[in-house]
């Protein structure tokens, strides 16, 4: 299994959207609608920001949105702040109680 | 309040064995599936596997199977990932984390790093 594909970094300015992809095959992120997506700071655990492709955990700033089409899910983070920047990191469930993570995206905020 | 809490960092030689736990506290640890991820310095996270302690169902990720051992102790709410012979490779931040539904992690523990250097 190999991890999902995602751009190594994105960037955007304050205030304005970024969309993070996440690319994966027919066996996971095509055939699981069980994509997730967390947020990691430097030296911190990762926090759970969508699950199930578009749901928000309660707490998690509605600025936050989840999609899918196919084998790719997206990330899209509106209203940017500088406390965005981080790691973001999209997972998607593979059968047989596997979870497969993508490579990462840093997420810059100019 | 949900909690996992892990033990402290590990500095191993090459061939040693090594044993790290996560304790939960705040919800059912029984009745929660339970995972451990790997992330090798500076880079991303690796899925490992998983157990269910109410029975210790566990599953591993192909890449993981066979090199290490994930066990639970229902009575205490603990789960623990073992090594038996460490590799310079080991070195890394673990997480242990608590699955919800199929594919989401709503919980992680603090993150136990393991330093395995001569």
Known sequence: ?110 | EVQLVQSGAEVKKPGESLKISCKGSGFSFSLYWIGWVRQMPGKGLEWMGIIYPGDSDTRYSPSFQGQVTISADKSISATYLQWTSLRASDTAMYYCARRTGWGAIDYWGQGTLVTVSS
């Open chain 1, 1 to 110: 299994q190999s991890a999902l594909t995602q751009p190594r970094s994105v960037s955007g300015s304050p205030g304005q959207s970024v969309t993070i992809s996440c690319t994966g095959t027919s066996s996971d992120v095509g055939n699981y609608d069980y994509v997730s997506w967390y947020q990691q700071h430097p030296g911190k655990a990762p926090k759970l920001m969508i699950y199930d492709v578009n749901k928000r955990p309660s707490g998690v700033p509605d600025r936050f949105s989840g999609s899918k089409s196919g084998s790719t899910a997206s990330l899209t983070i509106s209203g940017l702040q500088a406390e965005d920047e981080a790691d973001y990191f999209c997972c998607s469930y593979a059968g047989s109680y596997t979870l497969i993570f993508g490579g990462g995206t840093t997420l810059t905020v100019l």
